[in-house]
């Protein structure tokens, strides 16, 4: 591929990290080593299956089968997260650990002589005093087996019963597999799937896909779209290939079907309906096949797509690693034209091999034209599993590595806090979560994430803290403090505390009682006094789920009923909608979490006024409103929080800026928006991952934060690091005026070297003032005029129709942004 001489690359403007960059030939060798051992894993029909021998029956479906004769299916391969009941197997592709919780059981094998066989060389299930049922290491000769909990059988009786350490188990068929599933509607109407039926409403659900369903869309359907919500997994078939995946919401083709999943069946499709598998949907049944030629269309699909976007960046003139892209491009087409000999030769095993491989790196290819900007938050929640300091300097190592900034730790969850405190132990409440006692993790965490130049925040759960389990109870706050217990309407005048209904098995305390609110304010205080955090981040700092209002509204505790009475004349409890005091009630409630976050926002200026105050939120304020009381606008119009993580749970790229844009549409200037995207936890696709990124930074949000490290699998990971992070990045929040400058300084250099070729000279110079005297206004305490100066940079910018449009939309985003935190550092005076 072509380089244009006058492009802008990263070398000239600061170059990647090298640390992280992994262009070089070593690096490349060390991925096209991991595609081939994936492709290769198991037997793809038979041991003994020669170049062009012809299997001897169709492939059963992924199966493993214990010594003693014992067969279980396996569900998916190297998904994100366990669904309920899924049995699962985890790849050395997946990354260094199955990141899985301990609620499941799982198995470490490790690969034998024989082709299909393993070792089994622990086995630990939640049934059985043992400390390891989940996040197991990924041997890299080996594979784990993992079953999560809930199905019907229970999935981790099969390794409890049936796998014993030291004996061998076959696994078959994962490459070269035909796997099948029921249907659960065609079409689908409130009369013939009934299941999908809202009883509140009525209705259909979005889609009428209910929950766990499989659902088919055919033209027939009589709507351009399937209509279906985020929370689940679609393909789209064309005549009967699989050539589209991604979220909700698809079109429907005029000359196929889009095969829709929820839940498990989502995850299901998403491991099973790769690019380009065959699909058949006869008897009711989805019939899918992947073959020699499923790897080569997506590899085919790849390389194309790879192209484009290298020609795209650059006709684009923006910062791209096309040096690194090209070479890459070079080596899929290297390596695709092996396949295609391959599948000529009827060597099916070394076609799917060499596929595997061309794909990886036409994806490095694509990664590599992505922007990766000089400043913008990166954050990603942590829960942290580690029990080491070892263990902690290794995942900082990994998170280091993929380009993140920022570590959202979570430090107050369940009730339990990961530090001893004396704060617990002054109130009755146990100390420390059980498995950290005798360990102080935070920190090391601290100090390590500090020594990596990685902001740590402690995210908190606030007024959420515990989950039902026999164990456990409704956790070591409500426990300790059964009277600080939030009760729901259908609970009052039951005794004890009582989970959320629409929250399943989830305890909270009453925002409104002065107790609770008072234990963990101080909480947060000895947490940010004691320890060097950079911030603090606030979750569950609303009401829980309260609706339906006759039943799930919260809280109607004896103090909130007692308050609310004395201020007001009437227990609440005895208000419907339908008076006149509901809507009192209503904000009253909105005025308890509001308070609240005033108290935090005064705690944190007295004792640690260097530190930032963020919180996750519900992007859509009606629906925080409405259900949760949460009222984040009123708290950054009232300057309480300095960042927002609006909680995007999309999955697509239209998804999450559709809601990033609601947000800034609220905020204006007025604070920081690090939208959150659920990528990792979802099990979305790399480029799906990025393009989410690209999406939120499109539409106004000052960085992207991930949900979550305890998700994430390598190629994500990876697609970071050579994409959307490639770069080192500072924080916005941490100086104003420095990221204003740095950015302003980088722009300035893009524009330099894109003169000529996306720019003309003259509207180069022009810009290249404008920016300069920003930059003065901005060094000598005059953020005011820095605006103006932006403002006419814009305007040049659209009144110059001779600019390329990609190279000119990026310039309005970015003028627009560099207004926008500088109008913030004029209202902080």
Known sequence: MRIRSAHITEQSIGGPRSARHGAGTGARAAALAMALAAALLVPLVTAQMGASAAPAAPPAGPRVTAADGSV???????????????????????????????????????????????????????????????????????????????GTPDVRLFLRDHVRVGELVTIADLTLRTVTSPIDATDPTAATNPAAVDPGTGKCFPGCRGAEQLIVYTPAFGLATTGTNDFGFEVTVSGDRVVARGGGNRAIPADGIVLSGHGGRGAWLSSNAVLGARVDTAGGTVTVTVDADTYLYGAEQALTEAR????????????????????????????????????????????????????????????????????????????????????????????????????????????????????????????QRPEMVGFDPLSVWVEEAHNRGIELHPWVHTFFVGVDSAS???????????????????????????????????????????????????????????????????????????????????????????????????????????????????DWREAQVTSFVSEVRDLQVRVAPEAEISAAVFPNPADGLAKKFQNWADWVQKGYVDVLTGMSFGTTADSVAQETALMRGIVGTDNLLYTATYGPFRGSTPDVLLAQVQAVRDAGSDGAALFAYNQMSAPQARALQEGVFRTDARTPHSDLVAAARDAGDWTGRTIAAATGDCVPQKVAKDLGKRLGAADRWLRTGKPERAVTEYANAAELVRATPELQSAFAGRLLRDLATYSRWSEQIVKRG
Not at 98 to 111: P, Y
Not at 392 to 401: F, K, N, V, Y
Not at 520 to 532: A, G, N, R, W
């Open 308 to 431: 484009h976007a290298v020609t795209g960046a650059n006709e684009s003139c923006l910062p791209a690693d096309l040096p690194g892209a090209d070479t890459a491009v070079t080596e899929a087409e290297a390596l695709l034209a092996k396949a295609s000999a391959a599948i000529a030769a009827g060597d099916q095993d070394g076609a799917v091999a060499w596929a595997v491989a061309a794909k990886e790196s036409a994806s490095l290819a694509l990664y590599r034209t992505a922007e990766s900007l000089p400043v913008e938050g990166r954050g990603l929640w942590v829960r942290p599993t580690e029990t080491t300091p070892e263990q902690i300097r290794a995942s900082l190592d990994a998170i280091a590595a993929s380009g993140f900034n920022m570590v959202f730790l979570e430090t107050v969850w369940q009730g339990y806090t990961i530090y001893p405190s004396a704060v617990a132990a002054e109130y009755g409440i146990a100390t």
């Open 72 to 150: 279980q299916s396996i569900d998916a391969i190297d998904p994100s997260s366990r669904t309920t009941g899924l049995f699962a197997l985890y790849t050395p592709g997946f990354g260094a650990q199955t990141k899985t919780n301990s609620f499941g059981g799982e198995a470490v094998l490790q690969k034998t002589e024989t082709a299909g066989s393993y070792r089994v060389l622990d086995v630990c299930t939640a049934f059985t005093p043992c400390p390891n049922p989940g996040n197991n290491p990924i041997p890299a000769d080996g594979v784990v087996l993992s079953a999560s909990p809930g």
């Open 472 to 586: 456990d109870g409704p956790g070591p706050v409500l426990t300790a403090h059964p009277e600080w217990a939030a009760v729901e309407r259908e609970d009052v005048g039951k005794a004890g505390p009582q989970p959320s209904s629409q929250e399943v098995g989830y305890y909270f305390i009453d925002p409104s009682m002065p107790e609770p609110r008072q234990y963990v304010k101080s909480l947060f205080e000895e947490i940010l006094t004691d320890y060097d955090v950079d911030g603090l981040h606030l979750d569950y700092i609303r009401y829980p789920v309260s609706e339906p209002w006759e039943t799930a509204s919260f809280s109607y505790s004896d103090h909130a009923r007692t308050a609310f009475a004395a201020s007001h004349g009437v227990d609440p409890f005895s208000l419907t909608p339908a008076d006149a005091l509901w809507k009192t009630w209503g």
